[in-house]
């Protein structure tokens, strides 16, 4: 079991910066890889950055050049910084962890980004 708790949320005005963090607990041993993701009302959830275990991170083109995702393996965290940000970046974001045939989501956080 892998447990998630996502903070960073909030209110930020087009063209400012959040920074998103989180904490991973439980069986990290085995996590292939950590990501985060986002729903908009009415949307899908859809990814926005992943970084996989020993390798290269992945970025949803949206986010490319403004988002950086980083994993603190000291830390036990996964951070996507945010920059440029724009209203329709403005969602719920969710961390999640994979692990073999398993995925771990967290309570998710919201972004929301004003005009």
């Known amino acids: 079991q892998v447990q998630l708790v996502e903070s960073g949320g909030g209110l930020v005005q087009a063209g400012g910066s959040l920074r998103l963090s989180c904490a991973v607990s439980?069986?990290?041993?085995?996590?292939?890889?950590l990501g985060w993701y986002r729903q908009a009302p009415g949307k899908r959830r859809e990814l926005v950055a992943v970084i996989p275990t020993g390798g290269t991170t992945n970025y949803a083109d949206s986010v490319k050049g403004r988002f950086t995702i980083s994993r603190d393996n000291a830390k036990n965290t996964v951070d996507l910084q945010m920059d440029s940000l724009k209203p329709e970046d403005t969602a719920v974001y969710y961390c999640?962890?994979?692990?073999?045939?398993?995925?771990?989501w967290g309570q998710g956080t919201q972004v929301t980004v004003s005009s």
């Open positions: 999640k962890a994979v692990q073999s045939w398993f995925a771990f």
């Open positions: 439980g069986s990290i041993a085995s996590i292939n890889a």
